[in-house]
């Protein structure tokens, strides 16, 4: 078979072009392809909704991929066992209680198992904005990384959603787009500095989980953005709460919408 390269261009344009169109108007748009937003996809689209995982960087795995300070293992606390197992995510137990994971294979899992479950994910892309439509969340603004990153003036596109999930880590960028350019604010006790609390772990861990929630109609944060969101402990390089995060966000994102479809 002789190899042509105008064939080759059409093939990756048309699978591209296919696959986007469809997903145009989905059920769940997850900013971020961190541990969280990959979580929350791979569980999210395991229940069948259509969903898209935006990621601006080229490889999705957000803070995982360095481990503690390029160290490149990961840690797991004990109630992630089940998690990791469903996601075959093999680990080592170092000491009773602690699973450690080498970053590498803990984002190929991820990775791995969001695409095996039907969700599409679209890297070197970054959501830039926000659609609101009657005060909900609706959809996201896009645009090419590198366009925004050499400020060249080009307009973005929109992908609309049911729901949108912030899962960009430390930033919260999108829940923070969203307060800016509608004027709310969270309850004022619950803070907003878009900063995290000192690190302490086993507090982090669990706060990050309890505070997963939607933050105004149609809109989510998971991960890291919540901890950033409510103030609450940083954790450093355990994994587990971002997981359990992620798992959350998508169970609330089905729950919404099977009510909005009934
Ligand atoms: C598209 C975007 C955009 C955008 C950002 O930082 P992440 O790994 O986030 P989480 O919440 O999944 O995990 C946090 C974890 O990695 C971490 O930092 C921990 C546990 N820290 C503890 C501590 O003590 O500091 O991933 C976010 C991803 C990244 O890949 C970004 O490139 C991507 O989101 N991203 N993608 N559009 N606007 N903003």
């Known amino acids: 078979m002789t190899i042509n390269d105008i064939q080759i261009t059409r093939s990756i344009i048309e699978e591209y072009y296919t696959s986007v169109k469809q997903l145009l108007e989905c059920d769940v748009v997850i900013v971020g392809g961190g541990p969280a937003g990959m979580t929350a996809a791979y569980f999210a689209a395991k229940h069948g909704l259509a969903v898209v ?23 797991f606390q004990e109630e992630a066992r089940e998690l990791l197992d469903e996601l075959r995510i093999e680990y080592k137990q170092n000491t009773e209680g602690y699973l450690v994971v080498p970053s590498y294979r803990a984002v190929a899992g991820l990775i791995l198992n969001v695409d095996k479950a039907g969700a599409r994910i679209l890297n070197g892309i970054t959501a830039e904005d926000v659609m609101v439509r009657q005060s909900k969340v609706c959809g996201v603004v896009i ?23 912030d899962a960009t880590g430390h930033d919260a960028s999108i829940v923070r787009i969203y307060f800016a350019k509608s004027g709310n604010k969270l309850q004022p006790d619950e803070g907003m500095n878009i900063k995290t609390a000192s690190m302490w772990a086993e507090k982090g861990e669990k706060m990050v989980v309890e505070h997963t929630r939607f933050i105004t109609d149609g809109l989510i944060a998971a991960g890291m953005s919540v901890s950033s969101l409510f103030n609450t402990p940083r954790m450093g390089p355990i994994f587990g709460g971002m997981l359990f995060s992620g798992h959350k966000a998508a169970q609330l994102a089905v729950d919404y919408i099977k009510k909005e479809r009934k």
């Open 143 to 165: 645009n090419w990384t590198a366009a925004m990153k050499l400020g060249m003036h080009v307009d973005p596109l929109c992908i609309g959603a049911r729901v949108v999930i």
């Open 53 to 75: 995982v935006l990621e601006s960087r080229l490889a999705p795995g957000g803070g995982m991929w360095g481990g503690g300070m390029f160290f490149n293992q990961v840690i």
